[in-house]
C-alpha cells in the first residue's frame, strides 16, 4: 500500500489547499453510503490539511473502519486496518473549545498528544470527555451524512470492536468551492 512515510506526497497536496479563497469538503464513498464532511479550518488548519493531503493522494482509498463502538465513535484511517497503522508521522494536537457531538469529525492518537497521523473518528453522540483532549476539525455537512455514520454505529461487530462484516471507504473524494 504506502510506504513508510507519505509525508512527501502529502505535502505535494497540500500545496494547492487555500483556506482563504476556498470551502473544502470531503466526500467518503462508503460501502454504507454517502459521507460529506465539512472541516473548521479557523480551529484546527494542519489536522483539516493533514486529512485533505492525504485523500488527495488516495491514501483513504479501500481503508476499513476498523473500530465502531456503538453510542460513541466510528474509526477509519488505519492503512493495516488494525488500528495500529498511520503515514509514517505524526501531526501535533490543536485543542479546541468545538464540542465531541454527533457526526463530528475528530482524530484519533496515541496517549500522546500529538501522535495523530491518518486516523480519524466521528462521533455518534455527545462525548464531553474528548472535548480538549482530541482535536475535532470538522463535521458531517448534512443529514443524509449524519445518517450513513449513525448506520455505521450499528453495525454487529466482534472482539476488538471491529465490524463483523467490513465496512470500506471505497474513496475519499476532495471538493472545493471558491469563497
Keep these: 500500500m504506502f510506504g ?20 473544502y469538503q470531503l466526500e467518503l464513498d462508503t460501502t454504507a453510503g454517502l459521507i460529506k464532511l465539512d472541516f473548521w479550518p479557523d480551529v484546527a488548519p494542519n489536522h483539516c490539511k493533514n486529512m485533505l493531503g492525504l485523500a488527495m493522494i488516495g491514501f483513504y482509498d479501500n481503508l476499513l473502519f476498523h473500530r465502531v463502538v456503538p453510542g ?7 492503512p493495516t ?43 455518534l453522540e455527545k462525548v464531553p470527555f474528548l472535548d480538549r483532549q482530541y482535536t475535532a476539525f470538522g463535521k458531517t455537512a448534512d443529514d443524509a451524512s449524519l445518517e450513513v455514520v449513525q ?14 462484516s467490513d465496512v470500506m ?11
Design 151 to 164: 448506520a455505521i454505529g450499528k453495525v454487529k461487530t466482534a472482539a476488538g470492536d471491529r465490524p463483523v
Design 4 to 23: 513508510k512515510s507519505s509525508k512527501t506526497e502529502v505535502e505535494k497536496a497540500q500545496q494547492s489547499i487555500d483556506f482563504t479563497t476556498h470551502r
Design 81 to 123: 486496518g488494525t488500528g495500529t497503522g498511520g503515514p509514517g508521522y505524526q501531526v501535533n494536537a490543536e485543542f479546541n473549545e468545538k464540542k465531541h457531538e454527533a457526526g463530528v469529525l475528530s482524530m484519533a492518537r496515541s496517549q500522546d498528544p500529538n501522535s495523530a497521523g491518518s486516523q480519524f473518528f466521528l462521533c
Design 72 to 78: 460513541f465513535v466510528i474509526q477509519g484511517g488505519c
Design 169 to 179: 471507504i471505497k474513496t475519499a473524494k476532495v471538493l472545493s468551492t471558491p469563497l
